[in-house]
Nanobody, 122 residues
Framework: QLVESGGGLVQAGGSLRLSCVAS????????MEWYRQAPGKQRELVAT???????NYADSVKGRFTISRDNAKNTVSLQMNSLKSEDTGVYYC??????????????????WGQGTQVTVSS
């Protein structure tokens, strides 16, 4: 289970920090990501971070957003600076997992949080 927090209303140029806490079979988590979905648009990938803390960003947020994770606390965060109106949307965290089932086979999947609203006013 993933639970996001930290969304809200901010003026353009401001900052917000989103957090996402994972619970359950956290030892099976590999990569973690932040996605966002603006009204009337498809969900898009914002940033990714691997279990070894390697990161990637969408071109639109490079230099402004920073993704980080704390494996001990099972959290992933997204620091968003210099926010623009086009950053408005619902932000979702996601976690890719691979876990072994009782029969010895593996289940691979992606878990999603419920989303948190970010609104940037111009």
């Amino acid at each position: 289970q993933l639970v996001e927090s930290g969304g809200g209303l901010v003026q353009a140029g401001g900052s917000l920090r989103l957090s996402c806490v994972a619970s359950g079979s956290t030892s099976s988590i590999n990569g973690m990501e932040w996605y966002r979905q603006a009204p009337g648009k498809q969900r898009e990938l914002v940033a990714t971070i691997s279990s070894s803390h390697s990161t990637n960003y969408a071109d639109s947020v490079k230099g402004r957003f920073t993704i980080s994770r704390d494996n001990a606390k099972n959290t992933v965060s997204l620091q968003m600076n210099s926010l623009k109106s086009e950053d408005t949307g619902v932000y979702y965290c996601a976690a890719d997992y691979k876990r072994m089932l009782q029969d010895g086979t593996y289940e691979v999947g992606r878990a999603w949080g419920q989303g948190t609203q970010v609104t940037v006013s111009s």
